[in-house]
């Protein structure tokens, strides 16, 4: 692995990590909300969330990098606020990715959300818990399986993106080139050899997070069988 | 604590709930309906766990705060207010314990019970470091409501709480909330549609039917009442151990100075409480001489319960201070001329012992 390689792939890691955070803190109430509201605000801001699935990522990278340019009030905004644009920048590519992942991380805490059994969390207020207190030590312990799904697609899937990061990051090495935009430059310059070493990572990383996913779910059809 | 009065109007498209109750300390107020009365409606209006909306009339206070009026509402969780509910709700992920310190940790008020006590009381020590998995159906509703006193609550709810257990396991639960009752004086609001529990628990029953309440009194009168066209209709009595008859194996029971023979040596506690279904109780105007049957009691008839439908009737047979069941055909009935104030002989065929607090 060239040295460019590297740090292509610390970025990667980078990136997907703190995505990963911030929709931790982001997802996680919108899918709470998501999972028990009855208000029609629903109706709207589910498909929202959902869009990034079917969405070209292409399409929201255009719109993102529109919407970081110094013209517009949010890149004017980020412009005052730190003195640099914010378009190609590894900024950019945090908000870009936190929106591409938000429905991997959101739609399985959503389901976990709304399997939660409502008399336990009754039961929890009747023993003096108020609702903060019930999501943190009732809802989050008993959704643990969907907060692991979550994490691992959100962390997936900003690893594995590229049409948004290649519209909004530039393709700058070492500040917004990731292991997935690397590889297409190393196929563009036919080599091989390196492309190879990439693609082999991210296919086996991808493996790996998958079986252990689906091996989650695996555990808990067993055990409900025998229940 | 004194007292909790509700004073509600909650209309839905399946039901209609219209009621008042009150509910003092001091005794356990009994509600008995049939399912989709509204009994369970009603009490998780009472705790605040109901959602409601803006056209209920949903009127719920005590005698120290306001918990739901027109212009007020108090969240659930600060409702000093614990609630029984019929599925064991074991908090899966923790353990005995687990669940027993989430209550102590959120503890509302400064009460004098803790973990010794109620460990004790509800006999759940040996259980402490169990999954909740691993218990029975029982010890789950005894964890439950170790847990639901050990918040700090000044009120109790139970709704159905042994509904899921059978016969057995029920009998052993009873003495084990009427030792908590009377250990704790605060409102009790007991919901069951089983009779033979509102008797054996209750001083006052309240009878629900499509959202109202449709009767009320107290339990002696209630009890025998409802039993009427419930065939498993039957008498708890308590009862003083006399002595064991080691030949025979016969406890004898010493029963408003009269005698009664169980089965095996209960001599260990001091009182017991036994069931006498009503269909296993005879009535004879004279002594029978040459029965083989042990139990048999001198007392007076002091009610004929008539049932809507079926050829049978219900007795009512005041012995001393207590009073047992007995279901007869009306033919017998007209046949030996029962009638008020009658002095007869019961003949018991089987008791059923409701297990001694303890064991």
Same mark, same amino acid.
């Given at each position: ?227 | ?205 309240? *009878? ?7 009767? @009320?009194?107290? &339990?002696?009168?209630?009890?025998? %009442? +409802?039993? =009427? ?87 009512? *047979? ?7 069941? @007995?279901?007869? &055909?009306?033919?017998?009935?007209? %046949? +030996?001329? =029962? ?21």
């Amino acid at each position: 692995m060239s040295p460019d390689d590297l740090t292509a792939f610390w970025i990667t890691l980078k990136l997907a990590t703190i995505t990963t955070v911030v929709l931790i803190i982001i997802g996680t109430p919108l899918a709470w909300w998501l999972a028990r509201t009855r208000h029609i605000t629903r109706i709207l801001i589910e498909p929202i969330v959902a869009l990034p699935i079917v969405l070209p990522p292409t399409v929201l990278g255009f719109y993102f990098l529109i919407m970081f340019s110094p013209q517009n009030p949010v890149g004017e905004l980020w412009l005052s606020l730190t003195g640099a644009p914010l378009a190609f920048t590894f900024s950019a590519l945090v908000i870009g990715s936190v929106v591409y992942s938000l429905p991997f991380y959101v739609q399985p805490l959503q389901v976990a959300f709304e399997g939660l059994d409502q008399s336990l969390l009754d039961t929890a207020a009747t023993l003096g818990a108020n609702p903060i207190d019930r999501f943190f030590s009732l809802a989050v312990p008993l959704s643990k399986k969907g907060f692991i799904v979550a994490i691992c697609l959100a962390f997936a899937h900003t690893v594995g993106e590229f049409g948004i990061v290649l519209m909004i990051g530039g393709n700058i090495p070492g500040e917004t080139q990731v292991l997935s935009i690397a590889l297409f430059d190393h196929v563009e310059s036919l080599e091989f050899q390196s492309a190879h070493i990439i693609a082999g990572i991210l296919l086996i990383f991808s493996f790996i997070l998958l079986t252990f996913v689906y091996s989650l779910n695996r555990k808990w059809t067993i055990k409900t069988r025998e229940a | 604590m004194d007292y909790i009065k509700a004073s509600l109007d909650v209309e839905r498209s399946d039901f209609h709930l219209n009621l008042e109750l009150s509910i003092f300390k001091g005794e356990i107020t009994g509600l008995y309906g049939p399912s989709g009365s509204g009994k369970s409606s009603l009490l998780r209006l009472i705790a605040g766990v109901k959602s409601q909306s803006p056209q209920d009339r949903v009127d719920i206070s005590t005698n120290e705060e306001i918990w739901s009026s027109a212009d007020h509402f108090i969240q659930t969780h600060l409702r000093s207010i614990a609630y029984v509910f019929q599925e064991a709700q074991l908090f899966p992920h923790l353990n005995v314990r687990g669940n027993l310190e989430y209550a102590i940790q959120r503890k509302r008020n400064k009460t004098d019970v803790d973990l010794n006590q109620v460990k004790q009381w509800l006999n759940i020590d040996g259980l402490l470091n169990k999954s909740t998995d691993d218990l029975s159906g029982g010890e789950k509703q005894r964890v439950c409501i170790a847990r639901a006193l050990l918040s700090g609550a000044q009120a109790m709810l139970m709704d159905e709480p042994l509904g899921a257990l059978d016969h057995r396991a029920r009998y052993r639960i009873l003495p084990y909330i009427d030792q908590i009752h009377k250990r704790l004086d605060f409102p009790f609001l007991y919901v069951s549609h089983a009779i033979d529990e509102l008797t054996y628990l209750t001083d006052k029953i309240h *009878v629900m039917d499509k959202g109202r309440i449709t009767e @009320s009194g107290s &339990t002696l009168i209630m009890g025998p %009442k +409802l039993g =009427i066209d419930s065939l498993d209709a039957s008498a708890i009595i308590t009862c003083d151990v006399d002595h064991y008859n080691e030949k025979y194996q016969l406890t004898c029971l010493n029963f408003e100075s009269q005698k009664i023979y169980i089965a095996g040596n209960k001599s260990m506690g001091e009182s017991l409480k036994l069931n006498i279904p009503a269909r296993d109780v005879s009535i004879a105007k004279s002594l029978p001489q040459d029965s083989s049957i042990l139990n048999i009691l001198k007392g007076s008839v002091v009610a004929i319960h008539e049932s809507k439908e079926g050829s049978s009737e219900l007795v009512q *047979v005041q012995v001393g201070n207590q009073t047992i069941l @007995s279901r007869i &055909t009306r033919l017998s009935i007209d %046949k +030996l001329n =029962i009638e008020i104030g009658l002095a007869v002989y019961v003949q018991i065929k089987s008791v059923s012992l409701i297990s001694e607090y303890g064991n």
